[in-house]
C-alpha cells in the first residue's frame, strides 16, 4: 500500500513538472534582406521550439535545408554557398526569458518579455538579446520576437559580385504557436 | 526508519530527474522527427560539359546557355590557336515540373536543331527514405538541317533525325564529389553506309570535384563500344571547370569535340587528344525564374 502511494506521489509530482512545459514543432522563422538591388525572404516552417513557463528557459532549433526561397536557385545558393547546410544542418538558439515571472501563464493576455540567449548559426555562436511578446490564449502561447543579424558576424562569407544584392543587416521574424508539453 | 528515508528518496527521484535535465538541451524533451535529405546540388549546372548532368532546373526555371567551341590548338599561332574559328549552341532548358525538363537548342554545327527531354525519376535520398542514387532518364532528337549531299536522290525528312537515348546514373558521394555512369544509345535513321551501325552503344563517365564552393573541375568521357561507327570517329573526352557567380555558371573546357548535342560529341567527334585536336570552348548558363515557387507550409 505503502509503495502504491509513493509511486503515485511520484507520478504525481512528474506531471506536475511535465505541465510547465510548451513546445511545437511547426514554429516559423522567417528572414528578410532588403536592398535597393534585391528583396530576398525565405520562410521555414517547421521550427522546433521548447519553452519552460517555470524558469523561462527558451529553445529554438531549425534545419537549414527547410528555408523555402521564392527562386530555386536561392534556395540552392543559400545552402550551397553561405551557410554551408550539408557542414552546419542546424541552427540552434538556447536562452530565457528574462522576465518571465511577469507572464502569468494561467491568464489571457499579451505579455512583453525580454528574450537573451545564443544563437548558433554557420558553426559561430553569438549572444543576442531581443524584446518579444508572448500571447496567452487558453492552453496555448504564441511567441513572437524580431531581431536583426548579420552574416558578417556568423562568418558567412558574401562575395564582391553579389554584395548589393545581399543586406548587410537580416531581420529575422519568429512566429511559434506553443502547446503544452504531454510525457 | 530506512523505510521513511526510502520513500523520501523515491519522492524526489523526479527531482533527481529533472535536475538532470537543466544540463542538458529542453529541446531534447522532444523526439527529433526523422526527415528525407534529398541530395541536392550534385553538378552546378544541367549539363556536365557537353553531357547531361543529374541535375534538372526547377519547376518554372528557364537555363538559357551560350555554348562556343574555338578551333583545335594545334591550328597555329595564324589562327590563334584556333580562337580565329568559333562554333556556337543556343540552347534553352525549361522545368515543367522540378523534375521533369525539357530543352531545345540550335546548333552552327550542322545548321542542327535539337530537343530533349529528362525526368529524375529517382532522387538519392538519406534519412527517413533511402536511396543510394539518382537516375534520370533522358531522350533528345537532333536534325541536321544542311543541304542534302545528294539532292539528286530521293530524301525524307526523317533521314535527317538521329534519336539519343540515356538513362543517368549517378550519386553525390561527399559535399565536394559527384560521379555519374551514363549508358546510352544512339540511333541515326540514316548513315553514311552499310558498314556503320544504325543504332550505336556507347558508354559515358562523368564527374565533379569541387575546389570551393564556387569553383569546380569536371570531366566527362564518352566510349562508344568499337565497330559501330566509321574509323575516323573517336571517343570524346572533356575536361573543365566551373565557375559559379550568383545566376551565372561559367563552365571553361577543353575537348576534342567540336559538337555540343548528344549525337554530334558522341558519335561524330573528329579530333583526338594525342594529335593536339583540342578545342578551348565556354559555356554560359543564365537561369530566369519565370514562375516564383509558392511552397505553402507542410500540414502536420
Partial sequence: MKTITTILLMAVTLSGFAQDKYFTRNG???????????????????????????????????????????????????????????KFPKSVFKGSIENISDVDFSK???????????????GV????????????????????????????DFDIEIPSVVRDKIANEIEVTVAAELEALKR | MTKILFAFLLFFFP?????????????????????????????????????QSIENVSEGVLDFRISHRFGTLNSGINNLYGLDQATIRIGFDYGITDRLMIGFGRSSVQKALDGSVKFKALRQSSGKKVMPITLSLYASIASNMLEWADAEREN???????????????????????????????????????????DV???GIG?????????????????????QIADIYHNSLSVGIDIETGGHVFQLQFTNSIGMIDKSFMTETTGQWGNGDIHFGFNISRVFTLKDRNKKPKEN
Fill in chain 2, 15 to 51: 527531482f533527481f530527474l529533472l535536475a538532470q535535465d537543466e544540463g542538458s538541451s529542453l529541446l531534447d524533451l522532444i523526439e527529433e522527427e526523422e526527415t528525407t535529405n534529398y541530395a541536392s546540388a550534385s553538378f552546378k549546372s544541367t549539363h556536365i560539359i557537353n553531357s
Fill in chain 1, 108 to 122: 489571457d493576455g499579451e505579455y512583453p518579455v525580454a528574450v537573451s540567449g545564443e544563437i548558433t548559426l554557420h
Fill in chain 1, 28 to 86: 516559423n522563422i522567417s528572414f528578410f534582406s532588403s536592398t535597393p538591388v534585391e528583396d530576398i525572404k525565405a520562410d521555414n516552417f517547421n521550427a522546433t521550439a521548447v519553452l519552460d513557463s517555470k524558469t523561462g528557459a527558451f529553445e529554438f532549433s531549425v534545419l537549414m535545408k527547410s528555408f523555402n526561397f521564392k527562386k530555386a536557385l536561392m534556395q540552392e545558393h543559400f545552402n550551397e554557398n553561405y551557410v554551408e547546410s550539408s
Fill in chain 1, 125 to 152: 555562436t553569438k549572444q543576442i538579446t531581443t524584446p518579444g511578446v508572448l500571447t496567452v490564449s487558453g492552453e496555448k502561447i504564441n511567441s513572437n520576437a524580431v531581431f536583426k543579424l548579420s552574416p558578417e
Fill in chain 2, 156 to 198: 525524307y525528312f526523317t533521314s535527317r533525325l538521329t534519336y539519343t537515348y540515356q538513362v543517368l546514373l549517378g550519386r553525390k558521394f561527399s559535399e565536394g564529389t559527384s560521379l555519374m555512369l551514363m549508358p546510352t544509345m544512339v540511333h541515326r535513321n540514316l548513315v553514311e553506309n552499310t558498314s556503320v551501325k544504325n
Fill in chain 2, 207 to 227: 564527374g565533379r570535384q569541387k575546389l570551393t564552393n564556387r569553383l569546380a573541375i569536371t570531366g566527362e568521357y564518352y566510349y562508344v563500344i568499337p565497330d
Fill in chain 2, 201 to 203: 552503344y556507347i558508354i
